[in-house]
C-alpha cells in the first residue's frame, strides 16, 4: 500500500507539478525535506532519483533538464545544503535552463534564533532566478488557497523564463505523518501565453543599406530550422556566419573555427574585418578573440536576438530583438534581398589560407593535449551527445571539426564545478550515449558526480590529465608569478583509476599517440559498465605547442 505525506502544502506541489507535466525530481537526503522525499517517491507520475551531494544534485538537474528542455525539480533539507545549490542556480540563471528549486525549511518563526540547521534561506537565491516564493505553513490561515495560487505562479514563471525559480518550503513537525489517500484538488488552469512578435519597418532598412553583415552565434541547442535558415543566407555569399563547436549548426559555409582564422589579427585586420552590422544569436560565446575583435571593430549596427538576454558584450547593440531566431528569421527571410557580397570572399580567402596552415601544424605535431582533440574530432561516434568542460578543454575543442550537432558545455557562468554532474544528469534523459570530454582539475573537482547510480553503462569519460591547469601556461600573466605551480595551476599527480574502480567504471590510461588510437578503436564500443579513459600528458609542453599552432597560424 502505497502511503503519501499528510502535508497538505506537498500534496498540492506534487498536484501542480504533475498538471504541467514536470515528472522529474532529485532528492536529497534529509529530516526537513522527508515530506517531500515520501510523497514523490511514492508517485507513479514522477521519477524521483536520489542524489546524496546538494552540489552535484542540481548540476544533475541542470544536464536532464538541458536535455528534456522542460524543468526538473530538485529537494533539499533546510540549512547549508540549500546553498550548495547555488553554483547549478547560477549557471542555469545565465544559460536559461529551467530548474524548479525545491527547499524545505523551518517554519518561519524559527529563523535566526538558533534552531539547529537554519539558515536565511527565504530568497537565498534572488540574485540568479527568475523568482522566489515562500509557501505559508499547513496551520495558516487560507494557506491552501494560497498555496495553490503560489505554486502555480512559481511553475509557470519556470516554464515561461526557462530559468531556476524556488520555492522555499517552511515545515511544522510532525514531519512523518502520513496518509494512503490523496485528497481532489481543483483542476490547473494554464496561463501560459506567448509574447506577440513584430518586425519594425527600421530593421529591413538597416539590412539593404548593410553589405557587410557579420551573424554570430554562441552557445545554443541545435536547430535544424535555424540551421536551414541561416544556410538560406550563406548559400549566395550575401553574409558571414561565424559559428563555435558548441554553437551546434553544420555548414561548410559556416565560419565554425573562429580562433582559427581571427586569433592573430592585426589593428589593420580588424578595420578590413569589421562587419558594418553586427547580429548575435544565443548566449555566451567562448572565443575571447573575436569579442576582442568586435569591440574593437564598433558595427554601426548590432541587432541581439533571444527570448531572455539582451547583453551589450560588444559595447555596441542598437536592438534588441526579444524572440527565437527561428521566428525572427523565418518572417525576415521573406522581406528582404539577399545577394552576393565581396566581404564574404574575403573572409573565405582568410580561411582557405588558414586552414591550410592548421592541416600543415597537425600533421607535424606528436602526442600532446592538441592531438588527442584532432584524434577525438575524428573518433567520437556521430550518435554521441559530447560534453566539453570548460577551461582548455572548449577551447581545444574550438580548433577541430567536430561534426556532431549536440555538443554542451557549462558556458553559463564557464565554471569547472559541474561538467561530471550535468554531463551525467544529461545521459540519464538521453537515448544516445553521451561522452564527456574532461581536464583533469575539473574532473576530480567533481568526483561526487559519479556518486550517482543512475548512469547508464553507455557513458564514456575521456580525462585529458596534464598535470594541473594548464589553461594558466597558456593565457598570459600567471606563469611570471612565482605562485604558479602551487596556487594558480595547483600541480598534481593523481590519477582516476581507484575513482573508476571505486565507483564501478571501466578504466583504461595511455601514454603514447599508438596506444591511444588503439584504444579509441575499442572505448566507444558498447559494455556492460560506464568507462574512463585518462589520457596521461603530464610529461608534454602542451601549453608550448598551443602557443606555437597560434605562431604558426600568422
Wanted: hydrophobic share 35%; aromatic share 12%.
Amino acid at each position: 500500500m502505497k502511503q503519501f505525506s499528510s502535508k497538505r502544502s506537498i500534496q498540492l506541489l506534487g498536484h501542480i507539478l504533475k498538471s504541467y507535466g514536470i515528472e522529474d525530481i532529485i532528492i536529497s537526503p534529509g529530516s526537513r525535506n522527508a515530506p517531500l522525499a515520501i510523497h514523490f517517491s511514492e508517485l507513479d507520475e514522477f521519477n524521483s532519483y536520489s542524489i546524496v551531494d546538494e552540489r552535484s544534485a542540481a548540476f544533475v538537474a541542470l544536464g536532464m533538464a538541458k536535455n528534456i528542455k522542460k524543468p526538473v525539480a530538485i529537494t533539499c533539507t533546510s540549512g547549508s545544503a540549500s546553498a550548495n545549490y547555488y553554483p547549478a542556480i547560477t549557471e542555469a540563471f545565465y544559460s536559461n535552463i529551467p530548474l524548479l528549486i525545491l527547499t524545505a525549511d523551518r517554519p518561519s518563526n524559527y529563523i535566526d534564533i538558533f534552531d539547529g540547521q537554519t539558515i536565511r534561506q527565504k530568497e537565498i537565491y534572488k540574485n540568479h532566478s527568475y523568482g522566489d516564493f515562500q509557501l505559508l505553513e499547513d496551520s495558516k490561515e487560507n494557506s491552501e488557497t494560497e498555496n495553490f495560487d503560489i505554486i502555480k505562479k512559481a511553475v509557470e514563471l519556470c516554464i515561461e523564463k526557462q530559468g531556476p525559480v524556488h520555492i522555499n518550503i517552511p515545515l511544522e513537525e510532525p514531519l512523518y505523518e502520513l496518509v494512503s489517500e490523496m485528497p481532489v484538488f481543483s483542476t490547473v488552469e494554464k496561463t501560459i501565453q506567448k509574447k506577440p512578435f513584430e518586425i519594425s519597418s527600421n530593421l529591413i532598412a538597416e539590412w539593404h543599406l548593410s553589405k557587410r553583415v557579420l551573424i554570430l552565434v554562441g552557445t545554443r541547442d541545435y536547430s535544424e530550422e535555424l540551421e536551414m535558415q541561416l544556410t538560406q543566407f550563406v548559400k549566395n555569399h550575401s553574409v558571414v556566419v561565424l559559428s563555435e563547436v558548441n554553437s551546434n549548426l553544420k555548414h561548410d559555409k559556416f565560419f565554425s573555427h573562429i580562433d582559427r582564422y581571427i586569433f592573430n589579427f592585426t589593428e589593420e585586420d580588424i578595420r578590413i574585418f569589421a562587419p558594418d552590422l553586427l547580429i548575435t544569436i544565443g548566449q555566451n560565446v567562448v572565443s575571447k578573440k573575436v569579442k576582442y575583435f568586435l569591440r574593437q571593430a564598433k558595427p554601426k549596427n548590432h541587432w541581439h536576438i533571444d527570448p531572455f538576454w539582451q547583453p551589450d558584450t560588444f559595447f555596441a547593440l542598437t536592438e534588441k530583438i526579444e524572440t527565437k531566431p527561428e521566428t525572427f528569421f523565418g518572417n525576415f527571410i521573406n522581406k528582404i534581398n539577399l545577394e552576393p557580397q565581396a566581404y564574404y570572399n574575403l573572409w573565405d580567402n582568410l580561411r582557405d589560407k588558414k586552414d591550410l596552415k592548421h592541416i600543415e601544424f597537425c600533421n607535424k605535431i606528436g602526442f600532446s593535449d592538441f592531438k588527442l582533440f584532432e584524434n577525438l574530432a575524428q573518433k567520437i561516434p556521430q550518435n554521441y551527445n559530447i560534453h566539453f568542460s570548460n577551461s582548455s578543454v572548449i577551447r581545444y575543442a574550438q580548433l577541430f571539426h567536430f561534426t556532431q550537432k549536440n555538443i554542451y558545455c557549462n558556458r553559463g557562468t564557464s565554471g569547472i564545478d559541474g561538467s561530471t554532474s550535468t554531463a551525467m544528469g544529461f545521459a540519464m534523459k538521453s537515448k544516445n550515449p553521451t561522452v564527456l570530454v574532461t581536464g583533469d582539475i575539473s574532473f576530480f573537482y567533481d568526483i561526487n558526480g559519479l556518486w550517482n547510480q543512475y548512469i547508464p553503462p553507455y557513458v564514456r569519460i575521456i580525462i585529458f590529465n596534464n598535470g594541473g591547469g594548464d589553461i594558466f601556461k597558456i593565457i598570459p600573466g600567471p606563469d611570471s608569478t612565482n605562485a604558479l605551480d602551487e596556487f594558480i595551476l595547483t600541480k598534481h599527480n593523481r590519477t582516476a583509476e581507484l575513482l573508476a574502480k571505486d565507483f564501478g567504471f571501466s578504466y583504461f590510461k595511455v601514454e603514447d599517440e599508438l596506444t591511444l588510437e588503439r584504444v579509441l578503436e575499442q572505448f566507444f564500443l558498447p559494455d556492460s559498465k560506464p568507462k574512463i579513459l585518462e589520457v596521461d600528458t603530464k610529461e608534454i609542453e602542451n601549453a608550448q605547442i598551443l602557443k606555437n599552432y597560434f605562431s604558426e597560424m600568422k
